[in-house]
């Protein structure tokens, strides 16, 4: 089988129908398998996946155990040469995954890729491919330093702005949305951290595949559609807003805090704390 496609839905109904339908126009020639591990979901998606795609593989959590537990179960499961993340608030509007998994084949030193991930709009998403999220690259990005200093590599390297949309590139990290995985490289390195509920997983194991020897390939052959926000996200706000925040407090404890003096890092940890409250703040005030 070529690939196993993974996808952790959580009441993401609306958009899981139309994505399934594309997977259908668009993968012609393509021996696929897809693996949903639905979340806990109230919007019928359990009832419909069985009554109209029954071929899927389905798992049913009885609650949200996280974006990364549900995909380390699909993936557990997978029986494709090349495994896919997926995110169920996806669209493709033309073949996607033959250019990446004829990529993929053609080098064998790459073991993650990513598509060209676009907006709603049909903009570039520039978060889907990115740098380690090292502080100096977190805080250009949130304060806008990087837009103040465009020509530092190092307060715009969250986003890579220098690199061009529709060049092949190597880079540091690409979102789990759309992510294409050797299964070579999961075979090496096992599953996602679970210790990251959501969010941040998908940089995590591309820096564990790098450090294994493995490249991380921006490849905009194709492109795919992201919705961004909708399902879980959209679900549960406030939970999914700490959730973001404890990633990256989770991400730099785990591979950065060591190279940094101690007080340095309780300023860091500070930081985060501060933006949390400020974003639960905005959602509230937008929800009022």
């Keep these: 089988m070529d690939l196993s496609i993974c996808l952790v839905p959580l009441n993401a109904l609306d958009y899981l129908k139309p994505l399934l339908a594309s997977i259908e126009r668009y993968s012609s020639g393509l021996s696929y398998e897809v693996i949903m591990v639905d979340n806990g979901s109230t919007d019928g998606t359990v009832a419909w996946i069985e009554h109209y795609h029954p071929e899927i593989t389905l798992i049913r959590n009885q609650g949200n155990l996280g974006f990364t537990r549900g995909n ?91 690199l061009p949309e529709d060049e092949v590139a190597e880079v540091k990290a690409v979102s789990g949305s759309c992510m294409f995985i050797r299964r070579e490289v999961y075979q090496q390195i096992g599953g996602l951290d679970e210790h990251f509920f959501a969010y941040q997983e998908d940089s995590d194991y591309c820096l564990r595949a790098r450090q294994s020897g493995w490249k991380v390939m921006y490849v905009p052959l194709s492109s795919i559609v992201h919705y961004g926000g909708e399902g879980g996200s959209k679900t549960h706000p406030y939970y999914s807003i700490l959730q973001w925040h404890r990633s990256y407090y989770l991400y730099y404890r785990k591979h950065f805090a060591r190279e940094h003096f101690f007080l340095f890092n309780w300023f860091y940890y500070l930081m985060m704390v501060f933006k949390l409250l400020f974003a639960w703040l905005k959602q509230l005030l937008r929800r009022k």
């Design 72 to 162: 380390n179960q699909a993936m557990a499961l997978a029986k494709g040469d090349y495994i896919l993340l997926l995110n169920p608030d996806t669209l493709l509007t033309e073949d996607c995954f033959g250019p990446q998994i004829a990529y993929l084949r053609q080098n064998p030193q790459v073991g993650i890729t990513i598509p060209k991930v676009l907006n709603e709009d049909g903009s570039f998403q520039q978060q889907s491919r990115r740098g380690d999220a090292r502080p100096v690259e977190v805080f250009g990005y949130f304060l806008k330093l990087g837009k103040l200093f465009p020509k530092s590599k190092e307060l715009n390297g969250y986003l890579q702005s220098w």
